[in-house]
C-alpha cells in the first residue's frame, strides 16, 4: 500500500496554470504506474494522465491533450500534473491514483479501477 496526499489546487483565471503534486509514502513508489483523474459534481471519475513507473510512457484524455503534462520524480516519490491554457470545464476535484498492476497495454490504466490507492483530492477551480 501507498499513502498519496495531493496539493497544488486553487482558483485560477481561464487561460491560466497550475501544478498539482501528488506525494507518495514509503519505499515503493517507483513500482507504481501513476494516474491523475477529476471529478465534477455529479459527475463521474474521469481519467486525466496516467504515467508508467520509469516516467517513459505517458497517456492524456483528448480534452486535455497539449494542455496538461504528467511527470514523476521517483527520487522524490512525487508525481505532477502541470495545467496550462485552464478552461471552466476543467473544474473539479483532482486526484492521483496509484495501480501496482504492470498492464501490457498502458490505455488500462486509463481506467479507475486499475487504481486501488488513491488520495484526498485537490479542489481546481477555474473561473471565466
Known amino acids: 500500500q501507498v499513502q498519496l496526499v495531493e496539493s497544488g489546487g486553487g482558483l485560477v483565471q481561464a487561460g491560466g496554470s497550475l501544478r498539482l503534486s501528488c506525494a507518495a509514502s514509503?519505499?515503493?513508489?517507483?513500482?507504481?504506474?501513476m494516474g491523475w483523474f477529476r471529478q465534477a459534481p455529479g459527475k463521474e471519475r474521469d481519467f486525466v494522465a496516467s504515467?508508467?513507473?520509469?516516467?517513459?510512457?505517458?497517456n492524456y484524455a483528448d480534452s486535455v491533450k497539449g494542455r496538461f503534462t504528467i511527470s514523476r520524480d521517483n527520487a522524490k516519490n512525487t508525481v505532477y500534473l502541470q495545467m496550462n491554457s485552464l478552461k471552466p470545464e476543467d473544474t473539479a476535484v483532482y486526484y492521483c491514483?496509484?495501480?501496482?498492476?504492470?498492464?501490457?497495454?498502458?490505455?488500462?490504466?486509463?481506467?479507475?479501477?486499475?487504481?486501488?490507492?488513491w488520495g484526498q483530492g485537490t479542489q481546481v477551480t477555474v473561473s471565466s
Open positions: 491514483g496509484a495501480s501496482p498492476t504492470l498492464y501490457i497495454s498502458s490505455l488500462l490504466y486509463a481506467r479507475a479501477a486499475s487504481y486501488n490507492n
Open positions: 514509503g519505499r515503493t513508489f517507483s513500482t507504481y504506474a
Open positions: 504515467i508508467s513507473r520509469s516516467g517513459g510512457s505517458t
